[in-house]
């Protein structure tokens, strides 16, 4: 893949974790690969990140990325529910650091800059311009996987940036 740069984009969770493979090529990007990693509710916890871990690691070792974007853990009303997405942001953090790639994070605003040039962008601005940049004939399903795409672009514009 002459110059080419593989990103794996994460928007974490316990429940569901999506994520999106793409290939940087240059001022080009293109989508290999989209979905989510589910949990069921009806699992342990630990049980539950134990098989995020096992899926993530299938991807990782899958694409052999050369980073990995995740998003920042964001402001959450529920405690619980944060601490909870904490705990399975800590399991892919380590997960990528056990595979050797490395690892960049955005705020929800700087993914929504990079995407949409606007931080305010809503959840349906940000998804179309995914859909655009990548060339795709729709939207991904389910948002999650939209979401890990826009956090693997915020990435790969800021390394395009750096060049």
């Given at each position: 893949?002459?110059?080419?740069?593989?990103?794996?984009?994460?928007?974490?969770?316990?429940?569901?974790?999506?994520?999106?493979?793409?290939?940087?090529?240059?001022?080009?990007?293109?989508?290999?690969?989209?979905?989510?990693?589910?949990?069921?509710?009806?699992?342990?916890?630990?049980?539950?990140?134990?098989?995020?871990?096992?899926?993530?690691?299938?991807?990782?070792?899958?694409f052999k990325p050369n980073l990995?974007?995740?998003?920042?853990?964001?402001?959450?009303?529920?405690?619980?529910?944060?601490?909870?997405?904490?705990?399975?942001?800590?399991?892919?953090?380590?997960?990528?650091?056990?595979?050797?790639?490395?690892?960049?994070?955005?705020?929800?605003?700087?993914?929504?800059?990079?995407?949409?040039?606007?931080?305010?962008?809503?959840?349906?601005?940000?998804?179309?311009?995914?859909?655009?940049?990548?060339?795709?004939?729709?939207?991904?399903?389910?948002?999650?996987?939209?979401?890990?795409?826009a956090i693997a672009i915020s990435?790969?514009?800021h390394f395009n940036l750096k060049?």
């Open positions: 893949m002459n110059g080419s740069k593989l990103i794996l984009g994460i928007d974490p969770g316990y429940g569901i974790t999506g994520y999106g493979i793409i290939r940087v090529e240059g001022a080009k990007m293109f989508c290999l690969e989209c979905g989510v990693i589910q949990t069921s509710a009806k699992e342990e916890f630990s049980i539950r990140i134990k098989i995020l871990h096992i899926e993530l690691k299938k991807i990782i070792k899958k990995v974007s995740i998003e920042s853990l964001f402001f959450c009303n529920n405690a619980k529910t944060a601490i909870k997405v904490g705990q399975a942001r800590g399991i892919i953090l380590l997960t990528a650091i056990l595979e050797n790639v490395p690892i960049v994070e955005y705020t929800p605003l700087q993914v929504k800059q990079a995407i949409s040039g606007y931080g305010n962008a809503d959840k349906s601005q940000v998804q179309q311009m995914v859909k655009l940049i990548l060339g795709l004939k729709t939207i991904p399903r389910p948002d999650d996987a939209a979401d890990a795409l990435a790969a514009n060049l």
